[in-house]
């Protein structure tokens, strides 16, 4: 991924944004070492999609509720976030590398709608959220199942199973202006062209428009913000040299092999 190219946004540096808010911008101080800016290349744009947080939303499909041994009818929304640098961009057509992580002997895919955000704000209501999404993506959601089991079960945060290196694969992002936005339609996961996961958007218990207002009402939410909506039942274990094809209507394939 480049790191040179122009971005949506801009970004400036934290500091500077709360110190602009107050005064004159001051001569930005130089900082100690350079990070790098988290990109997603963005379908018919010269500019990138700038990252800034990730979050993601859990047991949003009923039947993958049921699977994880909980009832989908009575429980509010939920949320965790990935750190911005877990994405691993894959270009459409190709098939990328994606390295089996440390620690797991249980690492699983989930396959899921990613909404890329433009804008923010507190306390969105569901009927405007959607104003503020730029576009969607393909995006997996990877994870090891054993150790967020582990950790959970120990009433412990669950980010050693959720929220690594790489643990978050994504393809590029398209404009609303393009493919409008994705309330339905076809989800899939095929591992070495057989079919694991099968649903339809329809089946999310919480629409990416109630998802915003739900995580608004937490998060202040800004442009750069992407939101991975949740996975369908059928999630399941990996192991090296499989290879996960991951399908959205309306949006091109991600694949990715295990390496
Ligand atoms: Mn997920």
């Not at 808010?21 to 900082?31: E, M, V």
């Not at 379908?43 to 993601?56: K, L, Q, W």
């Amino acid at each position: 991924m480049s790191t040179s190219r122009r971005t949506l946004f801009g970004t400036a540096a934290l500091a500077g944004a709360a110190a602009a808010a107050a005064a004159p911008a001051p001569a930005q101080a130089a900082t100690l070492f350079n990070l790098p800016q988290v990109t997603i290349p963005v379908v018919g744009m010269a500019e990138t999609f700038p990252v800034r947080r990730i979050y993601c939303i859990g047991r949003n499909y009923a039947a993958h509720a049921r699977e994880m041994g909980s009832d989908p009818t009575r429980e509010p929304p939920f949320f965790f976030q990935k750190p911005t640098d877990a994405i691993q961009f894959v270009a459409p057509g190709t098939v990328a590398d994606h390295a089996y992580p440390t620690l797991t002997r249980n690492y699983h895919y989930e396959v899921e709608l990613v909404a890329a955000l433009k804008s923010g704000g507190r306390n969105i209501s569901r009927e405007r959220a959607l104003e503020h999404v730029f576009g969607y993506a393909v995006g997996l959601d990877m994870t090891r199942r054993d150790l967020q089991r582990f950790m959970g079960d120990q009433k412990k945060p669950w980010e050693i199973g959720k929220s690594f290196d790489s643990s978050a694969p994504i393809g590029p992002i398209h404009p609303v202006a393009r493919v409008g936005h994705f309330t339905k339609g076809a989800i899939s996961l095929a591992v070495n062209g057989v079919v694991k996961q099968n649903a339809t958007l329809e089946h999310m218990i919480w629409s990416v428009a109630e998802q915003i207002a739900q995580l608004s009402e937490a998060f202040e939410l800004r442009a750069g913000d992407i939101i991975y909506s949740g996975t369908p039942e059928n999630v399941g274990p990996v192991v090296k040299g499989d290879v996960l094809l991951c399908k959205i209507a309306g949006l091109p394939d991600l694949s990715v092999k295990i390496v």
